[in-house]
């Protein structure tokens, strides 16, 4: 249960609400891969795996892995995810992961979970593994060694793996398994994932039966950001302002840059790509945002697949940078009641008092800039979300609501529900410089596959799969009906 949050987010933190507002008003079907075993050439995996708990029960699931370059050529293993299966022990358990001990190092190894479409008696979650570019590429005939990895539910409550799909206790080596799933660069090589559950990243075709029957009459927000740049004019004319304007929040010196806004393909789907980069200094520091230029979003649901990063893309890790989602409206004087603001807000490397990887939902009642005075409510998680996330809130006359991957994130109370509409916004910023001092240059990546806002509907994270499923089926790439305030 979350309680309100009046401590230190400190300026940098304190800014954003404010100067987010400034750009504001200062600017304005994909192909689904077949599942195979390893391939025999090219960039093939194969995983082993055993495990050093295992009961029917434990305090904690420990999935040992090795994965082995079953190819010919070298695989980088930043390309590489690895997929455990597993079910949840109740329908709003959530877990945290950890990494005991690797031979190529535990900083180098991310994991995340994930929930999936099409639930089954063994499996209605999974355990994504993944490298950040620190850990190399594999020879062919290669493997990583030990990676000695662990997981338990976040209220250390006994767990049940005997129904687990990937659990298989009597292993005491290393021993190949097809339980789990791996893929390379987003084409799956490894193993049988359960029924109607094939991996793809981002998701790719919706499964043949939508998870729910979508809404069909909300008033609909819904872009799949198929653009070719910054500069597309059907960017501008959908209602999106690419930020340029100077100002906070962040690094003081730092530039807004449009440029830095790209448009990529994945896998034959195009997603929003921001990229933040610096070189130690204020005006080597470059941010990103995009926002909507109506303010005219209040209650509904709101629904986006964001893809967060641990490390960097290149250059030296450990900036102390925020990635987001999120609502806001301006705030027109200190500690105004109609102030409204909703956020998800990942910090792959802590700030804000933070000393590693978090995520915030945070939902905002007003706040004073000076001196910092904050009236919100948050809920938080301290572990990985590295990858794609499909984050949606909903927003009703008595609850703020917040799920990631379909789970239960947190529930705020209706003192903080929203009198006046908002925007729509996707940022990524440096808080400061002291995480990272290093001239070296380094660029950050944070990726936007789709957004949703569903008018005074509130629908359920499957509802809003089936949706955007729908969305897509019928050929549609952008569409506003919600009219303006």
């Known amino acids: 249960m979350s309680t309100p949050r009046t401590t230190s987010r400190t300026t940098g933190r ?17 192909a689904t891969f077949p599942l195979t075993t390893a391939s025999a050439s090219g960039g093939g995996v194969a995983v082993q795996y055993r495990t050093s708990a295992s009961g029917a029960t434990a305090d904690q699931s420990e999935p040992w892995f090795k994965v082995r370059n079953t190819g010919t050529t070298a695989v980088a293993l930043s390309q590489v995810k690895i997929r455990y299966y597993f079910k949840a022990d109740s329908p709003n358990a959530t877990y945290r992961f950890a990494c005991s001990w690797a031979v190529k190092g535990c900083s180098v190894i991310t994991g995340t979970f994930g929930t999936l479409a099409n639930p089954t ?11 950040t570019p620190a850990a190399g590429s594999l020879a062919p005939g290669a493997d990583t060694g030990d990676m ?15 129904d687990d799909y990937s659990f298989q206790g009597a292993p005491t080596a290393y021993a190949d398994w097809t339980k789990v799933t ?3 660069a987003g084409v799956n090589v490894w193993g049988t994932a359960p029924a109607g559950n094939e991996p793809t990243d981002p998701p790719t075709t919706p499964p043949t039966t939508p998870p729910t029957t979508p809404p069909g009459n909300g008033e609909t927000l819904f872009d799949d950001f198929s653009y070719t740049s910054h500069t597309d004019p059907a960017l501008a004319s959908h209602g999106w302002s690419v930020r340029s304007n100077s100002g906070g ?7 807004w840059d449009p440029s830095k806004v790209t448009f990529v393909n994945q896998s034959g ?17 470059v941010h990103t945002e995009v926002l909507t230029k109506a303010t005219k979003f209040k209650n509904g649901t709101y629904a986006s697949r964001v893809k967060f990063s641990d490390a960097p893309k290149y250059g030296p890790d450990g900036d102390r940078i925020v990635q987001t989602f999120f609502t806001i409206n301006d705030l027109k004087a200190p500690m105004a009641d109609d102030y409204a603001e909703y956020d998800f807000e990942y910090l792959p490397n ?4 933070e000393p590693a990887n978090i995520l915030y939902t945070t939902s905002w009642e007003t706040y004073n800039p000076d001196p910092w005075q904050a009236v919100n409510q948050h809920s938080e998680s301290r572990t990985s979300f590295a990858g794609w996330h499909d984050l949606v809130v909903t927003i009703d006359n008595e609850k703020i609501t917040y799920y990631v991957d379909g789970a239960l994130f947190g529930t705020h109370d209706a003192a903080y529900l929203p009198e006046r509409p908002m925007s729509i916004n996707f940022n990524q910023w440096l808080i400061d410089l002291n995480g990272q001092p290093s001239t070296t240059p380094r660029a950050y990546d944070q ?3 789709y957004v949703l806002h569903v008018k005074d509907q509130v629908l359920t994270p499957a509802q809003v799969a089936a949706k955007v499923a729908a969305l897509r089926g019928a050929g549609t790439t952008f569409v506003d009906q919600v009219p303006a305030s």
Request: aromatic share 6%; hydrophobic share 40%; proline share 3%.
């Open 447 to 449: 990726q936007v596959d």
């Open 269 to 285: 789907n195009t997603v929003m790509n921001l990229e933040t980069s610096s070189a130690g200094t204020g005006s080597s520091t």
């Open 249 to 255: 929040p962040g690094v003081p010196g730092a530039t």
């Open 182 to 184: 791996a893929q390379v």
């Open 350 to 353: 802590g700030g804000w008092g």
């Open 14 to 30: 304190s800014a954003r609400a404010a100067l987010a507002l400034t750009a504001l008003v200062g600017t304005a079907a994909l």
């Open 121 to 131: 008696a063994t499996a209605d979650r999974y355990l994504e593994i993944g490298f």
């Open 148 to 162: 000695q990895l662990r997981f338990h539910q976040t209220n250390w409550q006994t767990l049940t793996q005997s």
